[in-house]
């Protein structure tokens, strides 16, 4: 069931009509995607993950990115791939549940509407995921709340029933 609550559709960061990189989220990670320019052997393309800080480029090249995160990391369960002609970094949320209104501090910031949007959308996800864990045990098939519309104030996602218990 909770996967029809991943995100529907990616946020874009422009610097001037560039995009720089699109990017979603779910109450574990964030995810960033940045289009690969055309020719370049993959070996040469790096991505260097710090709690505060990444950095991406193309070796002997200064870097694409080189920018603090809006929030901190576990470095441990982060990681890059190459798809195709993205590179896809996850960045596993040292703080599960908490809502970023963009990856890099200070950049591209979501409006307050869609950041709204967001945090609604994940607490809707840790809604099913408490109810998923109540249902496990259970013969029943659970419910959906992929549907589900909050009116008035969204609570924390962080701090709902309870609060999200660090792995």
């Known amino acids: 069931m909770s ?6 559709k990616r946020h874009s960061f422009f610097h001037g009509s560039q995009k720089v990189f699109e990017w979603d989220q779910t109450l574990d990670e964030v995810n960033v995607y940045i289009t690969l320019p055309p020719n370049v052997p993959s070996k040469l393309f790096y991505c ?9 480029g193309i070796k002997g090249n200064p870097p694409y990115l080189n920018h603090d995160l809006s929030c901190p990391v576990k470095t441990d369960s ?3 791939t190459l798809e195709d002609d993205t590179m896809h ?8 549940g908490q809502t970023w209104s963009s990856p890099i501090g200070g ?6 509407y869609a950041a709204d949007l967001e945090q609604k959308r994940l607490m809707l996800q840790r ?6 864990k109540l249902l496990a045990s259970s ?6 709340f992929s549907q589900a519309q909050f009116s008035g104030g969204c609570p924390d996602p962080r701090t ?3 609060g999200i218990k660090s792995d």
Do not use: C, Y
């Open 127 to 132: 809604f099913q995921e408490e109810v998923d």
């Open 89 to 96: 970094i996850t960045l596993q949320k040292r703080e599960k």
């Open 78 to 80: 982060s990681f890059w």
């Open 48 to 56: 260097k993950i710090q709690s505060k800080h990444v950095e991406v």
């Open 107 to 112: 950049q591209g910031q979501l409006d307050p």
């Open 139 to 144: 013969l029943n098939p659970g419910f959906d």
């Open 160 to 162: 709902f029933m309870g």
């Open 3 to 8: 996967e029809k609550l991943a995100p529907e």
